[in-house]
């Protein structure tokens, strides 16, 4: 048996492990981003949203979006608090008439939240100063008339705009002209120009404003020192022809840009700009068309990468060692968004844990996306979440940064009571540890200023020799080999899927003189899957009156007579079960609250028309108020069975004595009907899911409720299923778009799902079944024809998809059968018995495997045994008991890791060396067939071509 834990696959032993550690030590690692609710959207947004372009930008207090409307470009300018529709309440949308052609970009000012810049296909800059009227909620339209400065100097339109973070009024922009210009605001000036050998796509400042990172239409990666006018370092960007984007990651030596690949998969990439010959990690992440837009958040060290036309938002944790970017957690959206923007630290609710806003710009709104970090009080504030953030004063002047200098950016505390108080700089906690460089360096000089009015006489800073202009980015240091990247610990949430033994495990129906066919089945509810099957029958419920089930042999195969004889209840059937140590005793969950047990008699099946049907019941079970639900048998214990019911609870029998007893759920704690229950991997603890989207945990023998968790947010369907020997439950049910859905729980912390997975479209919910000998989920769609396999693991994402099955019919019902039913010498992992219409089907799950000869120890750990191991009165008196295992290898089978090793065949021919030269060979070879030839020659034996039997010379024709 291997637990859930230890994983099947052996792990590859790296010389480093500085990623977990970093991981587990991570503030984030509770990280949760969730859409706002409706009434805190911005609607009736009409936004400009062709092509690529997409402008969209956020500070402290005010959206700025471009617009679309005739007669030019416009921006629309929305206070943060102006949410919900427009209507009599709501105060309108403030336009700034601003060019004379469409809108390409918008950016704010960090020093000042209602200092904007746009840029225009007329190819000009205009900045403007809006007064923003906080209690009235509007932005005056007085104040956005005229613009404050006009920057005029490209020739082409300009696609992208980026303030310098530390020096007020120094503002950048790239064209499709091929150039960047760096201009002074306040005189109006363009003070640096540099041109390209192509367009200009996007470009991003390090964190101490000395440097710029640009990509280009060329393909090409490059950091700009604009002072020096100089390309201090290119290289090789994305081989795809659309737009690239790329963000500096704060104080890090490090940049993310993303694009598309040679194949037009969106991919992204993070560099080490000391040297951009190649990325640190280039990573693949779909094939949608949409460009991907990078943001960064430097105090928590988190990457958002937003695609246009996506519904979904990612995000990774950066860290130091390889893999760069750790996978943090997916917002699943079906709200496609054309634009992404992060609201400043300053205008977050940190509070609330609210650690980043993302502003999605969707349709006809702009939906706000809070990133929370969980915490146990809101009353205080958490430093160690919120350190120090680049603040709204400036560190430099334009003129001290036009004449050299460079300073870090001077920051501000997010504590609400101390709230706009700046602070030195060096207490930031997100400093580099990557050496010295521009945005790297550990300088603890720095300024301290104490309001604006004083901020521009404040001393200089000291600045280290790598903040000296010209001498910015030194030759990358040669790497050891120890040190190099491919030697660091590469973790399971990279490598598990692609080093899996079941990435090619596949589905295998049985021949068709299998099947069973002219099943005349009865329509069930939802709650209960519509087939119960063992290792000797299979049941369905039966069409006619009288509540009748259909027990048939799985050796008797082929087309059923238009009348056999079933199992009569007498109410309508609505679960069936049978018992796990019984083959032959079936059970009912019926509409009339009861449950009743059957003995079924042999060759029942075979009874034809006018024999009666059988109905002596072994035992009924009373308890519930209203209709039963689905029935559930404890995985260790003999004769304990769950059941639930309308009446929103769940109750234990003790099928020894034929009486409830225990029962959960009765203080009212289900809210609404509970859909599915699953048992953990002892039967101690007890999990159930209802439709008013809780997951609940519950310790069944002192009846109390354990936990409480939010789950899917649609009322529909769902089921749970207990992944082995853990702490997590995944659950499969429908999102609030009514998309298919996957969730994985850690019922240890509940505060938020650990990965949310989006499955499919469809009405029909995914039935889970987990082999805790392989790690192995299989999820078949009901009303469908596809099964999903995923391999689950312990580690971030937890869920790794391996492959699909396609079937030719729908899935209307399934039923797994024990696992020693399944045939090992055919490598088969499981069976089913699939309901679809009138035919019942044998689908064998298997994996591909040469020496099939041999026993495959590697994937048939010992299994649990398929009989109880403990008696129902000492489970109900509290004790517990461990599973009990056994081998599934057949006597006379020889293990796999005991076969011998395969010894190298010699190769016919013999290999050419790569050291012998071409022409050489093509001599050697020319050489040896002459002397063949010659020895034909000299020995007068007639060469092979004469041999052969040809025409006549009187048959050849003119």
Same mark, same amino acid.
């Given at each position: 048996m291997v637990s859930f834990i230890s994983f099947n696959s052996k792990k590859k032993k790296k010389k480093k492990t500085h990623n977990t550690t970093m991981r587990n030590a991570s503030k984030y690692k509770h990280l949760k981003g969730e859409l706002a609710k409706r009434d805190?959207?911005?609607?009736?947004?009409?936004?400009?949203?062709?092509?690529?372009?997409?402008?969209?930008?956020?500070?402290?207090?005010?959206?700025?979006?471009?617009?679309?409307?005739?007669?030019?470009?416009?921006?629309?300018?929305?206070?943060?608090?102006?949410?919900?529709?427009?209507?009599?309440?709501?105060?309108?949308?403030?336009?700034?008439?601003?060019?004379?052609?469409?809108?390409?970009?918008?950016?704010?000012?960090?020093?000042?939240?209602?200092?904007?810049?746009?840029?225009?296909?007329?190819?000009?800059?205009?900045?403007?100063?809006?007064?923003?009227?906080?209690?009235?909620?509007?932005?005056?339209?007085?104040?956005?008339?005229?613009?404050?400065?006009?920057?005029?100097?490209?020739?082409?339109?300009?696609?992208?705009?980026?303030?310098?973070?530390?020096?007020?009024?120094? &503002? *950048?922009?790239?064209?499709? +002209? !091929?150039? @960047? #210009?760096?201009?002074?605001?306040?005189?109006?000036?363009?003070?640096?120009?540099?041109?390209?050998?192509?367009?200009?796509?996007?470009?991003?400042?390090?964190?101490?404003?000395?440097? &710029? *990172?640009?990509?280009?239409? +060329? !393909?090409? @990666? #490059?950091?700009?020192?604009?002072?020096?006018?100089?390309?201090?370092?290119e290289g090789p960007s994305h081989d795809g022809v659309k737009p690239s984007y790329v963000v500096w990651l704060g104080e890090l030596d490090r940049v993310v840009t993303t694009g598309f690949s040679r194949m037009r998969e969106r991919e992204y990439a993070i560099w080490d700009v000391r040297d951009l010959s190649k990325p640190l990690k280039r990573e693949v992440l779909d094939s949608s068309t949409g460009v991907v837009t990078p943001l960064y958040d430097n105090d928590a060290r988190l990457v958002y990468l937003g695609g246009k036309g996506d519904g979904n938002l990612r995000v990774f944790e950066v860290i130091d060692t390889a893999p760069f970017l750790q996978p943090q957690s997916t917002v699943v959206s079906s709200v496609a968004q054309k634009g992404v923007a992060l609201v400043p630290k300053r205008g977050l609710d940190v509070m609330e844990g609210e650690v980043d806003r993302v502003l999605k710009l969707c349709e006809n709104e702009i939906v706000p996306v809070p990133f929370i970090v969980p915490r146990k009080s809101r009353r205080e504030f958490a430093e160690d979440v919120f350190p120090p953030t680049a603040g709204t004063v400036p560190a430099l002047s334009a003129d001290e940064w036009l004449s050299g200098e460079t300073r870090r950016p001077v920051l501000q505390s997010l504590d609400p009571a101390r709230r706009g108080a700046t602070i030195a700089s060096s207490s930031s906690s997100s400093s580099s540890s990557l050496g010295s460089s521009a945005s790297g360096s550990t300088s603890s000089s720095s300024t301290t200023a104490t309001s604006s009015d004083d901020a521009k006489g404040k001393e200089k800073a000291s600045e280290p020799e790598s903040y000296r202009r010209g001498d910015i980015i030194k030759e990358a240091p040669k790497i050891k080999a120890e040190d190099d990247p491919s030697n660091y610990y590469v973790p399971e949430t990279i490598q598990v899927v692609r080093s899996s033994k079941f990435r090619h495990i596949m589905g295998a129906p049985w021949q068709q003189n299998t099947w069973f066919s002219n099943l005349k089945v009865k329509t069930m509810a939802s709650d209960a899957p519509a087939i119960a099957a063992n290792a000797t029958y299979f049941a369905v419920p039966w069409a006619g009156g009288g509540g009748q089930v259909a027990v048939i042999p799985l050796n008797a195969p082929g087309k059923m007579k238009d009348n056999i004889g079933t199992v009569e209840t007498g109410n309508e059937v609505l679960s069936i079960a049978f018992h796990p140590d019984h083959d032959d005793l079936l059970f009912t969950g019926l509409d009339s609250a009861m449950i009743k047990s059957y003995r079924v008699p042999d060759g029942l099946y075979q009874r034809g028309k006018g024999e009666p049907n059988h109905g002596d019941t072994e035992s009924v079970l009373k308890g519930h108020k209203r209709r039963i639900g689905a029935l559930y048998f404890h995985p260790l214990a003999h004769d304990i069975m769950a059941s639930t019911s309308m009446d929103l609870t769940v109750k234990l029998w003790d099928l020894t004595t034929s009486q409830e007893k225990l029962s959960v759920g009765d203080g009212g704690e289900h809210t609404d009907q509970v859909q599915s229950l699953a048992f953990s991997y002892d039967g101690a603890i007890l999990a159930t899911s209802a439709k008013d989207k809780f997951l609940r945990l519950w310790d069944p023998r002192q009846r109390q409720l354990l936990n409480q968790i939010a789950s899917h947010q649609s009322p529909k369907q769902s089921r749970l299923v207990w992944l082995g020997n853990s702490t997590l439950v995944a659950s499969v049910g429908f999102a609030k778009s009514s998309e298919r859905e996957l969730i994985i729980v850690d019922t240890r912390n509940a505060s938020q799902p650990l990965a949310q997975e989006p499955l499919s479209t469809g009405s029909g919910v995914f039935e889970p079944f987990f082999d805790e000998d392989t790690n192995v989920l299989s999820l078949f769609a009901m009303g469908d024809t596809s099964v999903k396999f995923f391999e689950l693991t312990s580690q971030a994402p937890f869920q790794h998809f391996l492959t699909q099955h396609q079937a030719p019919t729908q899935y209307l019902g399934i039923a797994q059968l024990p696992k020693s039913s399944c045939n090992v010498r055919n490598v088969e992992l499981a069976q089913y018995i699939k309901l679809s219409g009138s035919t019942v089907e044998r689908l064998a799950i298997k994996v591909p495997r040469t020496k099939q000869e041999f026993f495959q120890d590697d994937i048939y750990p010992p299994t649990r045994v398929d009989h109880s191991v403990l008696s129902a009165s000492d489970w109900f008196a509290g004790r517990n008991e461990k599973p009990k295992y056994v081998s599934l290898q057949p006597a006379g089978m020889e293990k796999l890791s005991d076969a011998p090793k395969q010894v190298r065949q010699v190769r016919k021919f013999e290999s050419i060396k790569a050291d012998v030269d071409a022409a050489d060979m093509q001599k050697q070879v020319v050489d040896k067939f002459h002397d063949k030839m010659q020895s034909y020659k000299e020995a007068g034996e007639p060469l092979v071509q004469d041999l052969q039997q040809g025409a006549d010379e009187d048959e050849w024709s003119d």
């Open positions: 805190a959207w911005y609607y009736d947004i009409t936004a400009v949203t062709s092509g690529d372009i997409c402008p969209l930008s956020a500070s402290g207090s005010l959206i700025a979006v471009g617009w679309a409307a005739t007669g030019g470009g416009s921006v629309a300018l929305i206070p943060h608090t102006l949410t919900g529709k427009r209507g009599p309440t709501v105060p309108p949308i403030t336009l700034v008439r601003a060019h004379s052609a469409q809108i390409t970009d918008v950016a704010f000012s960090p020093f000042s939240d209602t200092v904007l810049a746009t840029a225009s296909e007329d190819t000009t800059i205009k900045v403007w100063n809006a007064n923003y009227n906080a209690e009235g909620r509007v932005v005056e339209e007085a104040s956005v008339a005229e613009p404050t400065a006009v920057l005029r100097g490209h020739k082409r339109r300009v696609d992208a705009l980026r303030w310098n973070p530390t020096a007020e009024g120094i &503002l *950048a922009s790239g064209s499709m +002209d !091929k150039s @960047i #210009r760096v201009w002074d605001v306040k005189t109006q000036t363009e003070k640096y120009v540099h041109e390209f050998p192509d367009a200009v796509f996007s470009l991003d400042w390090n964190y101490n404003g000395s440097l &710029l *990172a640009t990509t280009t239409k +060329d !393909k090409k @990666i #490059r950091i700009y020192e604009p002072r020096a006018d100089q390309i201090v370092a």
